[in-house]
C-alpha cells in the first residue's frame, strides 16, 4: 500500500497521537492528563482533521499510518487500540477515490497471493474490480421494503420497532439508520460493494450530495460483511461544517457518547480555504485478516488487549482453620507465601516443614513445631 502511494507522489506524515479535542470519527476516547500543562488530553481516534489540515496549507496529497484508539468492545473484528490508513487527494471526489480503492486493493491482492482472488471466511473474494456501487437507502429498501431516506426520526424509531431492531432514546437519526442497514443489510454484502451516497445526519464531515442535499458524497466499502474502508468527499464549507459539529453537540447531550466535539480550529482552518478534496480510511488489521483469511483480529495482532488473568481468591484464616491448619500456624504460612488453599495443596510436605521451621525461629513464635505428618494432612486434606 504504501509504496503505491509513494508511486502516485503521496506524501506520508506523521500527526499528534494526544489530542486536545478527539475528532474525525464518531467514537468514545480515551483521556489521559497532561502534568506539565494540567489539561485533559485525548488519544487519537483518527487523524482526519489533522491530515485536512495539511491540505489546507497547501500539500497535494499526504497519508498516514496511525495507531488510533477507540475506547470500545472487543469482538471478532474490533480492538480498542488497532492500527488505520488515511489518505487525503486535493481536488479529487468520492467517485474518483472509489476507482482508486479498486486498483489499490487488486494491486495489494496481486503482490501477496499472484492472483485477485483471496479466499476469505470461507469465500472466494475477486479483488480485481470494479466493484458493485449501491446507494445505502436503496439497499435498505431492498432488503427491507423501507423507504429511510426521508424519514424523521419517529418515523424511524417506529421502522425499528417494525423491524425488530433493538434502540435507545439517545439515538439520533443517523444511528437509526445505521442500525437498519447493520443488521438488515451487512450480512448480505459478501462481494466487494460500494455502499454509497449516505444520510447527511450519518456524516458529519462529509460533504453533501451535488444532487440530493439529504445526502452525503460518502462510501463505505463492505467485504464479507464487514466495512473495509470508509471515504468522503470531503465538506469544505466552514459555516456547513459548524452547523454539523453543532448537531454532533446536541446528540452528545442527549446522551450519544460516540457524539464528535466542536473543534473551533478545525473550522477555524476551513474559513482559511482547502480545496475540493477526497478522502479515504482503511482498517489496516481488518485488511490483514481479509488478506491471511484469518478469522480473530486477535490473530494478527501481536499483543491484542485482553483481560487479566484473575487471580485466585485469597482464603480466610477461618477457611485455613477448616482445612485442618491450627489457628497459630495461619501467620506462619501466609509468610511463606501460600494464600490460598490451592497454594497449600500444591506445596511439597518437606519443603513446607523446613521452611516453617524455619519461620517459627526467625519469628520468635512460642508455638508448638508443626510435624510432618500434620503438614501432610494439611496438603492432602
Known amino acids: 500500500m504504501r509504496s503505491f502511494f509513494n508511486e502516485q507522489g503521496y506524501l506520508e506524515v506523521e500527526t499528534p497521537v494526544l489530542q486536545v479535542i478527539p475528532g474525525g470519527a464518531a467514537a468514545r476516547p480515551f483521556i489521559t492528563h497532561h502534568n506539565a500543562l494540567d489539561m485533559e488530553l485525548y488519544l ?7 491530515l485536512k489540515r495539511l491540505i489546507v496549507g497547501g500539500y497535494a496529497g499526504v497519508y498516514e499510518f496511525s495507531r488510533n484508539f477507540r475506547n ?24 474518483w477515490m472509489m476507482t482508486f480503492v479498486e486498483t489499490m486493493l487488486g494491486r495489494i491482492a496481486q503482490e501477496l497471493h499472484g ?8 469465500h472466494e473474494i475477486d479483488f480485481g474490480g470494479p466493484f458493485r456501487r449501491a446507494p445505502m437507502c436503496e439497499l435498505i429498501k431492498e432488503q427491507t421494503g423501507y423507504d429511510v431516506e426521508n424519514m424523521d426520526e419517529q418515523q424511524l424509531r417506529d421502522t425499528c420497532k417494525a423491524l425488530n431492531i433493538e434502540v435507545d432514546e439517545t439515538m439520533g437519526k443517523g444511528k437509526l439508520i445505521d442500525a437498519i442497514f447493520g443488521e438488515k443489510c451487512e450480512p448480505t454484502l459478501i462481494q466487494p460493494t460500494f455502499v454509497t451516497d449516505y444520510p447527511i445526519d450519518m456524516s458529519p464531515l462529509c460533504k453533501r450530495h451535488r444532487d440530493n442535499s439529504n445526502l452525503t458524497e460518502r462510501f463505505e466499502l463492505f467485504v464479507c460483511g464487514k466495512e473495509l474502508a470508509n471515504a468522503y468527499s470531503e465538506l469544505n464549507d466552514p459555516i456547513d461544517q459548524l452547523e454539523r459539529f453543532q448537531e454532533q453537540l446536541r446528540l ?33 488489521d ?33 477457611d485455613f482453620v477448616k482445612h485442618g491448619v491450627p489457628a497459630e500456624w495461619v501467620p506462619v504460612i501466609r509468610k511463606a507465601g501460600i494464600n490460598t488453599i490451592s497454594q497449600l495443596k500444591a506445596a511439597n510436605p518437606n519443603k513446607l516443614l523446613n521452611d516453617l521451621g524455619g519461620l517459627r525461629k526467625k519469628m520468635k513464635l512460642d508455638i508448638p513445631a ?5 503438614i501432610e494432612a494439611w496438603v492432602n486434606g
Open 252 to 284: 452528545s447531550e442527549k446522551g450519544d457518547d460516540e457524539a464528535m466535539f466542536i473543534d473551533m480550529d478545525f473550522v477555524r482552518a476551513l474559513e482559511y480555504g482547502m480545496p475540493p478534496t477526497s478522502g479515504m480510511g482503511i482498517g489496516i
Open 370 to 374: 508443626v510435624k510432618k505428618d500434620e
Open 44 to 50: 487519537r481516534i483518527a487523524d482526519e482533521l489533522y
Open 115 to 122: 492472483t485477485t482472488k483471496v479466499n476469505v471466511w470461507g
Open 72 to 95: 470500545e468492545g472487543i469482538d471478532r473484528t474490533h480492538n480498542p487500540e488497532f492500527t488505520c490508513m488515511e489518505i487525503y487527494v486535493a481536488y479529487k471526489d468520492y467517485n
Open 286 to 318: 481488518r485488511l490483514v485478516m481479509m488478506m491471511t483469511d484469518e478469522q480473530n483480529i486477535q490473530d494478527v495482532l501481536l499483543f491484542p488487549l485482553m483481560k487479566p488473568e484473575k487471580k485466585a481468591a485469597v482464603t480466610t484464616d477461618e
